[in-house]
T-cell receptor, first 115, second 116 residues
Framework: DTEVTQTPKHLVMGMTNKKSLKCEQHMGHRAMYWYKQKAKKPPELMFVYSYEKLSINESVPSRFSPECPNSSLLNLHLHALQPEDSALYLC??????????????FGPGTRLTVT | AQKITQTQPGMFVQEKEAVTLDCTYDTSDPSYGLFWYKQPSSGEMIFLIYQGSYDQQNATEGRYSLNFQKARKSANLVISASQLGDSAMYFCAMREGSNTGNQFYFGTGTSLTVIP
C-alpha cells in the first residue's frame, strides 16, 4: 500500500472559521510533510515531522497549526485564514533515514478556498 | 542560489515523439538523490523516477529515463513515445544526504503539452 490519503478533497471556509485538514499513511513512514501549492507553482514546504516531532517550520504564520497525533496521522488546523491562503494543500510522507532512495509519496491534496 | 533549476516553463511534443525536460541542481553534498514528479491537472504529485548521486548507471522506469551528468550537475528527464496522458506539470526535486530535516527542494516545473 503506497497510498497517502487526505480529507477533505475540497474545503471552502470563511475567514473566521476553524477547520482541519487530515492526512493519513500506513506505509510505516516516519517523516511527514505539509506543502502549500499555488497554481502553476512548485509546492512550498510548510512543515516537516520526523518521528512525530516537528523538525521544520518554514516560518509559517500561526494561523496554520500542525499536529502529528501518531506516526500515521498528520493534521493541519486552520484558523482565521486570509483569502491569499487559498491554495492546494499537499501532504506527503517518506521513509527514514536521510539518505537513499526515499522518495516522497504525496496525497491527492485538499483544494482550499478562503472567502 | 537555487538548489534546483528548470529553465523550460513550457514544452510541446508531438504524440509518439520523445521529449527531454531539463533540470540542473546545485549542492556540495556528495550524497544526494534526484527525483522527478508528474502533476496532472487533478493535482496529485506522482513519483516517476529516482537517481542517486552514487549510481553508476542512468535510471530508467518504463518510458522514463534520467540522463544523469554528474559533472554538469544535470538530471534531465527523457520521456519516450509521448502519450496524450503525459500532458502535465513536471517537477525535478533533490534531497541531500546530510539534510537533517528531510527537506526536498523542488524546481519551478515544466508544463508539458502533448499534441495529437
Amino acid at each position: 500500500d503506497t497510498e497517502v490519503t487526505q480529507t477533505p478533497k475540497h474545503l471552502v471556509m470563511g475567514m473566521t472559521n476553524k477547520k482541519s485538514l487530515k492526512c493519513e499513511q500506513h506505509m510505516g513512514h516516519r517523516a511527514m510533510y505539509w506543502y502549500k501549492q499555488k497554481a502553476k507553482k512548485p509546492p512550498e514546504l510548510m512543515f516537516v515531522y520526523s518521528y512525530e516531532k516537528l523538525s521544520i517550520n518554514e516560518s509559517v504564520p500561526s494561523r496554520f497549526s500542525p499536529e502529528c497525533p501518531n506516526s500515521s496521522l498528520l493534521n493541519l488546523h486552520l484558523h482565521a485564514l486570509q483569502p491569499e491562503d487559498s491554495a492546494l494543500y499537499l501532504c506527503a510522507s517518506s521513509q527514514e533515514p536521510l539518505a537513499g532512495q526515499y522518495e516522497q509519496y504525496f496525497g491527492p491534496g485538499t483544494r482550499l478556498t478562503v472567502t | 542560489a537555487q538548489k534546483i533549476t528548470q529553465t523550460q516553463p513550457g514544452m510541446f511534443v508531438q504524440e509518439k515523439e520523445a521529449v527531454t525536460l531539463d533540470c540542473t541542481y546545485d549542492t556540495s553534498d556528495p550524497s544526494y538523490g534526484l527525483f522527478w514528479y508528474k502533476q496532472p491537472s487533478s493535482g496529485e504529485m506522482i513519483f516517476l523516477i529516482y537517481q542517486g548521486s552514487y549510481d553508476q548507471q542512468n535510471a530508467t522506469e518504463g518510458r522514463y529515463s534520467l540522463n544523469f551528468q554528474k559533472a554538469r550537475k544535470s538530471a534531465n528527464l527523457v520521456i519516450s513515445a509521448s502519450q496524450l496522458g503525459d500532458s502535465a506539470m513536471y517537477f525535478c526535486a533533490m534531497r541531500e544526504g546530510s539534510n537533517t530535516g528531510n527537506q526536498f527542494y523542488f524546481g519551478t516545473g515544466t508544463s508539458l503539452t502533448v499534441i495529437p
